[in-house]
């Protein structure tokens, strides 16, 4: 029994002191850090105050971001589980070259974040040099000038977004899928069931719960955007695809104010606390129900 | 008058530089052998000139240097990250002199030492820059760029008579080179819809977090600089942000209405596209820095050689009064150049590891024969700081200005650097976080996400809480020093 | 008969369709980097689309690349980094999974269940809340702009997603497998290292893969902790943005450079897509 505790502990506790360092620290840190006025380059005689948070609270822009971060998430979210969902449907089929699209279909989201915003935000429609564009009015249709559109530029972040992303939904829509017992659907078509009942009835609901786990997984790592923002709009035009990563970011590390910066990063953490509790007990929920069946 | 005085300056230069042959180069002849000098600075062509240019010194010294470049992005953040942890990043930095409100304040920079000063003929160094490279009563910087912004246009275009025939007949007026900025709009409007060999009228820098506070700003000037005022961005004795007012209110709305005559992604050029526009002959008319003149003879890119005319940014006829609360209208144009960026500065970190080799290279750099030698290559991000450099037309007309064009050039880099209505580069802690709020809101006004007028008194409320936040007394007393009051 | 079969027809015909469409869009922007790696500044202002046909390929921005410092330097710190920091997130991770499925912990009033919630959740933690505390973190520890620093800074995120990973598919192990060792008196540890782990490969080198590129694309704790010697790859890519303009040409170079490792990844991920390693959740 003796050898059985220390096993345990063995097994558990390095990661966990790990993960204990490298969060709990930094958490409470950054949380003391917003009730100060520290700046980089500044004096080091803090006043302490709760000045950042009320300033957050009447930050027009800071709702403008939060709005716009939302815009992405969901939006994002959306076109990314509904073309993840038809991807794996197809993939699901038996087809000849599976492992070729396979492969093909997991690559996109293999590629650094940073070498996408380039390739695809700056290069591919760029509106002087980019091929896009050169294409479109090569086909007589409108052309994508989004640098100058708050609609489009927020259109192209999604798009790239969703290039980058749908291959997670793919992934894990098309294991659901294949969990799924052939029975079930030759039973179904033996019944003369159509292919939308099976659909609605069979795939959709025994899917329900990995589809949701990967939803909710997707938008709260879609809360920290910031890199593709960065380096294709810079948040503009104007600020209106500015995210709370990017706000975040230009206040405290650009500006220097790190006591808001951290204020700012803090309310994002906050709310990834809120979906992420929304996680757990939805999974929580799930499991219950399959444990019942 | 002051021609003659400059002459006299450099005649007077002339002598020790030619019987003390190392003075020229500014070091104290000391060697380092072995050891390693880091360089921080932007990456690109900068940077690489400053290893390129200090291979002289590397051969002299025995030390080497190597380069830490970061892009332009991300320089001020991870210098200002790195060295307010105490942590080493460099032993020379090269960063903008705006940055010195944070950095020579704080004790992160090493003064320039009295013996140094000497052997770099510190007295050469133009004052509007000299000022910049001191804080507090001491001298942290080594001289290395003077920064403005100019105007650029197509003297061929200008001076050929079919288009000075077509323009009066159309705007009523003779066709030269703008003096305010209403002609700036009837010549852009021209250029874009009478003139076929241009695509476009104007092309200025605008885009945030990317010089667009220097692009409106070098506009917003003449609106609101009035020449017995010498404040110009905050009211004086209330430190209350002047941004807001009437007169910055019309120079957004101005700008707004100049993008029908430019480039339709101008919102997104940064300083090399700029050049690139004009200098490739797609636009007729720039505001930009001085670095447009060496650009323009560059046969890789630039179309527009001994075609480019070059002048003081337009003035105004009428500026608001802030102190008065109205508008001033004037019989003579009101112009007031605007010293953009403050110009890239040599620092020596007050961590460095060499300090004394650090020191000596960073003579070398600030030394008036180096400093003429950046100042004509064109992507070494140098503009002339010196006197010596403006006065010595040689040196220009080697790198293939013509005659003329190489006198024109060097009168309007003086008319600008003496004029007495100038406003120079803010140089207050927190500068940053100020410019953010500005370009913010010209790159809401001009993309329609609000209205000028809202978008400024939205910067100008962020202004004064930013003022708030680091101390409003300490500003006022800063900037009420660095404009003379 | 003849019906059914055209319908069958149909339907892969469909099927091919899309997919081939969806092939393209993942393929023109990385044949675009490609043939732009090739290219002249002057095919670039110039928008050309085929080598040979509309513009002459050239290896220079490659001969550029390849003399150009820190390139080298970039991508070996990249390997090291993300080799190492998943290598120990997989020993240290596998061995938390396993541990969490087979022990019953108690930790305050916090039992397994609770653990397991807090460690996946640590792959949510958005870097900006916790960059700076580590950045002063680092210093103080002297570990700033280092492999090691960057090691450590990854493996919290990496350890989570491990976890996540192997969590399921521990638990469906059945536990009868190790029974018959224990009876025989094997210690726990021997048990897992040389029963659980061999038939676990799999689902192991998946998850491995995962954190590798994870690790591998990282772009804003490797801006921020490091400023010279420990600098991966995405940085080598954001430096191609210069005060004179952005690099397209070496750009496109690094970026294709960058992606080797990603396809292979791919590559190896793919086989192991039927491992029951993501079906582990659904059940």
Same mark, same amino acid.
């Given at each position: 029994m003796e050898k059985d505790i220390l096993a345990k502990r063995v097994f558990l506790f390095p990661s966990t002191y790990l993960l204990l360092i490298l969060t709990i620290f930094p958490i409470c840190f950054s949380l003391a850090i917003t009730f100060t006025n520290y700046r980089l380059l500044g004096s080091n005689d803090l006043e302490y105050s709760f000045n950042n948070w009320s300033q957050l609270f009447s930050d027009k822009n800071f709702f403008i971001v939060l709005t716009n971060t939302f815009k992405f998430v969901f939006i994002g979210v959306i076109f990314q589980f509904s073309l993840g969902f038809a991807i794996a449907q197809l993939l699901n089929s038996k087809i000849k070259y599976l492992k070729f699209f396979r492969i093909t279909f997991l690559l996109p989201m293999m590629m650094s974040p940073v070498a996408v915003s380039y390739i695809v935000g700056k290069m591919l429609f760029s509106e002087t040099f980019g091929?896009?564009?050169?294409?479109?009015?090569?086909?007589?249709?409108?052309?994508?000038?989004?640098?100058?559109?708050?609609?489009?530029?927020?259109?192209?972040?999604?798009?790239?977004?969703?290039?980058?992303?749908?291959?997670?939904?793919?992934?894990?829509?098309?294991?659901?899928?294949?969990?799924?017992p052939e029975e079930l659907f030759e039973a179904a078509k033996i019944d003369g069931a159509s292919s939308f009942q099976i659909f609605t009835q069979i795939t959709f609901p025994l899917l329900l719960p990995i589809s949701s786990t990967v939803i909710f997984v997707r938008i709260i790592e879609s809360f920290k955007v910031i890199d593709i923002v960065r380096i294709v709009t810079g948040g503009g035009p104007g600020n209106t695809t500015e995210t709370v990563s990017l706000y975040a970011y230009d206040i405290g590390l650009k500006g220097g104010d790190i006591a808001y910066a951290s204020t700012i990063a803090y309310a994002l953490l906050i709310m990834v606390i809120v979906f992420s509790i929304i996680y757990f007990v939805l999974e929580k929920h799930f499991k219950k129900i399959s444990g019942n069946e | 008058?002051?021609?003659?005085?400059?002459?006299?300056?450099?005649?007077?230069?002339?002598?020790?530089?030619?019987?003390?042959?190392?003075?020229?180069?500014?070091?104290?002849?000391?060697?380092?052998?072995?050891?390693?000098?880091?360089?921080?600075?932007?990456?690109?062509?900068?940077?690489?000139?400053?290893?390129?240019?200090?291979?002289?010194?590397?051969?002299?010294?025995?030390?080497?240097?190597?380069?830490?470049?970061?892009?332009?992005?991300?320089?001020?953040?991870?210098?200002?990250?790195?060295?307010?942890?105490?942590?080493?990043?460099?032993?020379?930095?090269?960063?903008?002199?705006?940055?010195?409100?944070?950095?020579?304040?704080?004790?992160?920079?090493?003064?320039?030492?009295?013996?140094?000063?000497?052997?770099?003929?510190?007295?050469?160094?133009?004052?509007?820059?000299?000022?910049?490279?001191?804080?507090?009563?001491?001298?942290?910087?080594?001289?290395?760029?003077?920064?403005?912004?100019?105007?650029?246009?197509?003297?061929?275009?200008?001076?050929?008579?079919?288009?000075?025939?077509?323009? *009066?007949?159309?705007? =009523?007026?003779?066709?030269?080179?703008? +003096? #305010? /900025? $209403?002609?700036?709009?009837?010549?852009?409007?021209? &250029?874009?819809?009478?003139?076929?060999?241009?695509?476009?009228?104007?092309?200025?820098?605008?885009?945030?977090?990317?010089?667009?506070?220097?692009?409106?700003?070098?506009?917003?000037?003449?609106?609101?600089?009035?020449?017995?005022?010498?404040?110009?961005?905050?009211?004086?004795?209330?430190?209350?942000?002047?941004?807001?007012?009437?007169?910055?209110?019309?120079?957004?709305?101005?700008?707004?209405?100049?993008?029908?005559?430019?480039?339709?992604?101008?919102?997104?050029?940064?300083?090399?596209?700029?050049?690139?526009?004009?200098?490739?002959?797609?636009?007729?008319?720039?505001?930009?820095?001085?670095?447009?003149?060496?650009?323009?003879?560059?046969?890789?890119?630039?179309?527009?050689?001994? *075609?480019?005319?070059? =002048?003081?940014?337009?003035?105004?006829? +009428? #500026? /608001? $009064?802030?102190?008065?609360?109205?508008?001033?209208? &004037?019989?003579?144009?009101?112009?007031?150049?605007?010293?953009?960026?403050?110009?890239?500065?040599?620092?020596?970190?007050?961590?460095?590891?060499?300090?004394?080799?650090?020191?000596?290279?960073?003579?070398?750099?600030?030394?008036?024969?180096?400093?003429?030698?950046?100042?004509?290559?064109?992507?070494?991000?140098?503009?002339?700081?010196?006197?010596?450099?403006?006065?010595?037309?040689?040196?220009?007309?080697?790198?293939?200005?013509?005659?003329?064009?190489?006198?024109?050039?060097?009168?309007?880099?003086?008319?600008?650097?003496?004029?007495?209505?100038?406003?120079?580069?803010?140089?207050?802690?927190?500068?940053?976080?100020?410019?953010?709020?500005?370009?913010?809101?010209?790159?809401?006004?001009?993309?329609?996400?609000?209205?000028?007028?809202s978008a400024l008194d939205e910067a100008a409320s962020k202004w004064n809480s930013i003022t708030n936040k680091i101390g409003k007394k300490s500003q006022k007393r800063l900037y009420r020093a660095s404009v003379g009051l | 008969m003849n019906k059914i079969l055209l319908k069958l027809n149909f339907n892969h015909f469909f099927t091919y369709m899309f997919l081939i469409l969806g092939s393209i869009f993942v393929y023109f922007p990385i044949y675009w980097t490609l043939i732009t790696s090739f290219k002249l500044p002057i095919s670039i202002i110039n928008i050309t689309y085929i080598p040979w046909?509309?513009?002459?390929?050239?290896?220079?921005?490659?001969?550029?690349?390849?003399?150009?410092?820190?390139?080298?330097?970039?991508?070996?710190?990249?390997?090291?980094?993300?080799?190492?920091?998943?290598?120990?997130?997989?020993?240290?991770?596998?061995?938390?999974?396993?541990?969490?499925?087979?022990?019953?912990?108690?930790?305050?009033?916090?039992?397994?269940?609770?653990?397991?919630?807090?460690?996946?959740?640590?792959?949510?933690?958005?870097?900006?809340?916790?960059?700076?505390?580590?950045?002063?973190?680092?210093?103080?520890?002297?570990?700033?702009?280092?492999?090691?620093g960057l090691i450590i800074a990854y493996l919290g995120f990496n350890i989570s997603i491990i976890v996540w990973l192997l969590k399921d598919f521990f638990k469906n192990i059945p536990i009868e497998i190790e029974e018959s060792a224990q009876i025989e008196g094997a210690s726990r540890l021997r048990i897992y290292w040389s029963i659980i782990f061999p038939i676990s490969i799999p689902a192991i080198v998946a998850s491995f893969i995962i954190c590798f590129i994870l690790t591998w694309n990282e772009f804003l704790f490797a801006l921020i902790l490091t400023y010279q010697e420990a600098g991966t790859v995405p940085l080598l890519l954001a430096a191609q943005v210069t005060n004179t303009g952005i690099q397209w040409w070496r750009l496109s170079v690094l970026a294709i450079m960058s992606l080797v490792p990603s396809i292979i990844c791919a590559v190896i991920l793919e086989k192991y897509m039927n491992s029951g390693l993501f079906s582990g959740s659904v059940k």
């Open positions: 091929p896009i564009n050169d294409l479109l009015s090569f086909w007589g249709l409108p052309l994508f000038n989004w640098s100058l559109s708050p609609i489009k530029s927020m259109a192209l972040l999604i798009m790239i977004d969703t290039w980058q992303w749908t291959p997670f939904f793919i992934l894990m829509l098309l294991a659901g899928l294949q969990s799924i | 008058m002051f021609k003659f005085g400059l002459l006299l300056f450099s005649v007077l230069f002339l002598i020790p530089y030619n019987i003390f042959g190392d003075t020229i180069r500014g070091t104290s002849g000391e060697k380092f052998e072995g050891e390693k000098i880091v360089v921080v600075s932007i990456s690109g062509d900068q940077g690489e000139f400053l290893k390129k240019v200090a291979k002289e010194w590397e051969n002299q010294t025995g030390a080497t240097i190597e380069l830490n470049l970061i892009p332009f992005g991300e320089l001020q953040d991870k210098v200002s990250v790195a060295l307010s942890a105490g942590a080493y990043v460099g032993d020379i930095l090269n960063l903008p002199a705006y940055m010195g409100g944070d950095l020579m304040g704080n004790g992160f920079i090493e003064e320039v030492p009295e013996d140094v000063k000497a052997r770099i003929h510190w007295n050469d160094i133009l004052s509007l820059y000299k000022q910049q490279t001191e804080w507090g009563g001491k001298t942290y910087g080594y001289p290395w760029d003077g920064d403005f912004h100019s105007m650029y246009y197509r003297k061929d275009i200008i001076e050929n008579k079919k288009y000075q025939n077509d323009f *009066k007949k159309i705007y =009523g007026y003779n066709l030269s080179a703008p +003096k #305010t /900025w $209403d002609e700036y709009y009837d010549i852009a409007k021209f &250029f874009q819809e009478n003139v076929s060999e241009l695509k476009y009228g104007s092309v200025e820098l605008i885009m945030r977090k990317n010089q667009g506070f220097h692009g409106y700003i070098s506009r917003a000037t003449c609106y609101s600089k009035m020449p017995d005022n010498p404040s110009f961005f905050f009211n004086p004795d209330t430190m209350d942000a002047e941004i807001n007012n009437p007169g910055f209110v019309k120079a957004l709305e101005d700008l707004k209405s100049i993008l029908a005559y430019s480039p339709p992604d101008m919102t997104n050029y940064g300083w090399m596209e700029n050049v690139q526009a004009f200098v490739g002959g797609i636009a007729g008319l720039d505001i930009q820095w001085a670095d447009v003149g060496p650009m323009s003879l560059n046969p890789e890119m630039s179309v527009v050689k001994g *075609k480019v005319g070059f =002048g003081m940014t337009p003035g105004c006829m +009428k #500026t /608001w $009064d802030a102190r008065k609360s109205r508008w001033q209208t &004037f019989d003579q144009v009101n112009y007031s150049p605007y010293a953009a960026f403050g110009g890239w500065q040599i620092l020596v970190a007050k961590n460095a590891k060499n300090a004394k080799a650090a020191i000596d290279l960073a003579s070398f750099y600030g030394s008036p024969d180096t400093l003429k030698k950046a100042s004509v290559t064109g992507g070494s991000g140098v503009n002339p700081a010196r006197f010596s450099t403006i006065s010595d037309t040689s040196v220009w007309i080697d790198t293939g200005f013509s005659e003329s064009d190489a006198k024109g050039y060097l009168n309007m880099v003086e008319d600008v650097l003496m004029h007495p209505n100038a406003v120079f580069q803010l140089r207050l802690p927190g500068y940053i976080q100020y410019q953010d709020a500005l370009e913010l809101a010209v790159s809401k006004a001009l993309s329609g996400q609000s209205s000028a007028k | 046909f509309d513009f002459q390929p050239s290896l220079h921005a490659w001969k550029a690349v390849s003399e150009q410092a820190g390139v080298f330097k970039g991508f070996s710190n990249g390997i090291i980094v993300s080799l190492v920091s998943s290598l120990i997130a997989v020993i240290l991770g596998s061995m938390a999974a396993y541990g969490l499925t087979r022990f019953q912990y108690k930790f305050l009033k916090f039992r397994n269940h609770d653990l397991t919630v807090w460690i996946i959740s640590q792959r949510f933690m958005p870097p900006i809340v916790v960059v700076l505390a580590f950045l002063i973190m680092f210093i103080y520890l002297g570990i700033i702009d280092t492999l090691v």
